[in-house]
């Protein structure tokens, strides 16, 4: 609401709001609320693009020498041995023979194992029994073995088995240390 005052003294009239805000108050007000909108607008897309970028997973240490795989770290020996030597010479390196926890394991070790047959942790103790890993488990991944022997290897199209006595070169499987300081992680 306007109101005219007169002024015997002035030249003109002075218009004057006695109600609601003054005008400068009202775009202070609409100018903080954008400032305000704007800030959390920002936010909310923030956070959204951060919820869907993939997050790294922690990058596996592993010795020199070694390989790391989904969490474990693999060593492919040079030199052979019989079955029970391999399994001591990966416990003395604080492993065991390999184990496979699927077939992505069992891919991975045949592609780097080169031409050379490896020892791995599966065995039993006749032709008639199952074959067990290195923990004495059963075979929780139903794995083909070739073969009549004891022992199993890594041959050119699988799982093979022979007599343990055979000298092969071995593979060797330990869990990995989680580094999750590294800023990234090479696979392969």
Not at 64 to 79: A, I, L, M, N, T
Request: glycine residues 6%.
């Amino acid at each position: 609401m306007e109101e005219m005052r007169e002024y015997p003294n002035f030249l003109g009239t002075e218009r004057s709001r006695r109600e609601g805000p003054s005008h400068g108050a009202c775009i202070t007000f609409q100018l903080t609320m954008a400032a305000v909108f704007t800030v959390l607008l920002i936010t909310a897309v923030a956070f959204a693009v951060q919820a869907f970028q993939p997050h790294p997973q922690p990058c596996a240490q592993c010795p020199f020498d070694w390989v790391g795989f989904r969490g474990k770290c693999y060593y492919f020996s040079e030199d052979e041995s019989n079955w029970t030597s391999s399994q001591n010479n990966c416990s003395a390196l604080g492993a065991s023979l390999a184990v496979f926890d699927s077939t992505e394991d069992l891919s991975f070790t045949m592609r780097h194992k080169g031409s050379s047959p490896h020892w791995v942790g599966l065995s039993r103790e006749g032709e008639e029994h199952p074959w067990e890993w290195m923990s004495r488990s059963p075979s929780s991944h139903p794995f083909q073995v070739q073969g009549d022997g004891l022992c199993a290897y890594l041959g050119d199209l699988g799982l093979t088995s022979s007599h343990c006595s055979a000298h092969r070169n071995w593979v060797c499987t330990k869990p990995a240390l989680q580094n999750p300081r590294k800023n990234f992680c090479i696979s392969t």
